[in-house]
């Protein structure tokens, strides 16, 4: 089977199952990405299908960048998913119950970053990520538990359908973000 016909029939089912709201599973053996780079290629074929319902990618989440958690969730190191319009609140708003599985939400400190980098444009001696920084606002991440066991699916999976993202909400933005105390 080739490449993208696998990652295709891959993503089709992971949006089925998460759409359906039908708790995810291991992907069939040939289906399953065998890396967390492969992880990330799936990643963008799923996210390509949700888009359709969930608006364009506005931006992008990191989980499990803690020791604790990556102990608890057996992960070696941080992992990634994208943001959709359409799940992203501001200030306030509703959260139907009914769209998820087991629903969650963890505090955050979101980030906007004043523009486009790419990893190229990256190096320590000439370069901090602290230059790109807009602004800095209080979040909230949507999380969904979404499947039957994420233990039996792999990082790979996980990382291919967003590591458990559901959307966010944001509070204000604050632009003198370099003006706060980090350290207390």
């Not at 709201?21 to 963008?44: C, D, F, M, S, W």
């Not at 989440?61 to 958690?69: A, D, N, Q, W």
């Not at 070696?76 to 609140?89: I, K, N, Y």
């Amino acid at each position: 089977m080739k490449h993208f016909e696998r990652l295709s029939q891959a993503a089709l089912i992971l949006v089925s199952q998460r759409k359906g709201l039908i708790p995810i599973q291991p992907l069939p053996h040939k289906l399953r990405p065998t890396n967390e780079a492969e992880g990330y290629v799936l990643q963008g074929f799923v996210n390509q299908l949700l888009q359709r319902d969930l608006g364009p990618i506005v931006g992008h989440k990191v989980g499990c960048t803690t020791p604790v958690m990556q102990e608890f969730l057996g992960i070696l190191t941080p992992c990634a998913g994208e943001v959709f319009s359409r799940t992203v609140l501001t200030g306030h708003g509703m959260v139907p119950r009914n769209g998820f599985r087991r629903i969650g939400v963890e505090c955050e400190i979101v980030v906007s970053i004043s523009e486009t980098l790419s990893p190229d444009d990256y190096s320590e001696e000439k370069f901090s990520p602290m230059d790109v920084i807009g602004s800095m606002m209080v979040g909230m991440e949507i999380v969904d538990d979404r499947y039957e066991h994420y233990g039996s699916l792999g990082v790979p999976t996980l990382i291919a359908d967003n590591f458990f993202n559901s959307g966010c909400v944001l509070g204000d933005a604050f632009t003198c973000w370099d003006t706060l105390n980090f350290n207390d």
